[in-house]
């Protein structure tokens, strides 16, 4: 089963960052947390992980908290295309499979 | 962008038919993986494969599943006797090291089983 708990559905103005929420209190200490999201029914898409620090790329920003628990995706300038299914997974780096929680829809309005 | 090709991208079969799903991964990679979801649930891992072997393999992953490298660059699922409740997206994915961090999904297979 996933360890992390995820609001079921978002909205988000279009231009204005989205901030998705993950609760991952059971967390261990040798354990990531990865962000994917899924296009409309669509492969999922990797689109950042961290272990302790936060992370940016191209695509969005991750937050996590100092005692780990937590977590925060930020996408800084939400499109329409962007309107997705978000999910938040944890796991160990090298060798477990990624276990898909229902995930957040986000809705990206215009 | 490199990108994970599957085939067909529909697929309708008679219940107790055999089907074989094919995917091209990625050229340099070197880990593979089918993952399927029903309609409105969640992504399901079913089989990850390495080396020309299965690595893990799902409760899902039952004896009428099977997954073949058939040479350097197909992949592919066979479902040997195709149950209604095999009706799904299969989704084939792969990455580049063991455990990746970035999986590269295909756009998925739809399964329809009548």
């Known amino acids: 089963d996933a360890k992390t708990t995820q609001p079921p559905s978002m909205d988000c103005a279009e231009g204005r960052a989205a901030n998705l929420p993950c609760n991952h209190s059971?967390?261990?200490?040798?354990?990531?947390v990865y962000w994917y999201r899924q296009i409309h029914s669509q492969g999922p898409q990797y689109i950042i992980h961290?272990?302790?620090n936060n992370e940016t790329n191209e695509m969005a920003s991750l937050i996590i908290t100092e005692d780990r628990k937590s977590s925060t995706l930020i996408l800084p300038h939400a499109t329409l295309r962007d309107t997705a299914v978000y999910y938040c997974?944890?796991?160990?780096?090298?060798?477990?499979?990624?276990?898909f929680g229902p995930g957040t829809r986000l809705s990206v309005l215009p | 962008e490199p990108e994970v090709t599957q085939t067909p991208s529909h697929q309708v079969t008679q219940m107790g038919q055999e089907v074989i799903l094919r995917c091209v991964p990625i050229?340099?990679?070197?880990?593979f993986y089918w993952y399927r979801q029903i309609l409105g649930q969640k992504v399901e891992f079913l089989v990850s494969?390495?080396?020309?072997?299965?690595?893990?393999k799902s409760e899902i992953f039952d004896d009428q599943f099977s997954v073949e490298r058939p040479d350097g660059s197909n992949f592919t699922l066979k479902i040997r006797s195709t149950k209604l409740e095999d009706s799904a997206m299969y989704f084939c994915?792969?990455?580049?090291?063991?455990?990746?961090?970035?999986?590269?999904f295909g756009s998925g297979t739809q399964l329809s089983v009548l």
């Open positions: 961290g272990l302790k």
């Open positions: 059971t967390i261990s200490g040798n354990e990531y």
């Open positions: 494969f390495y080396n020309n072997e299965i690595s893990e």
């Open positions: 050229s340099n990679h070197l880990y």
């Open positions: 997974i944890v796991r160990v780096a090298v060798g477990q499979n990624f276990v």
């Open positions: 994915a792969s990455s580049d090291s063991i455990g990746g961090e970035k999986l590269f």
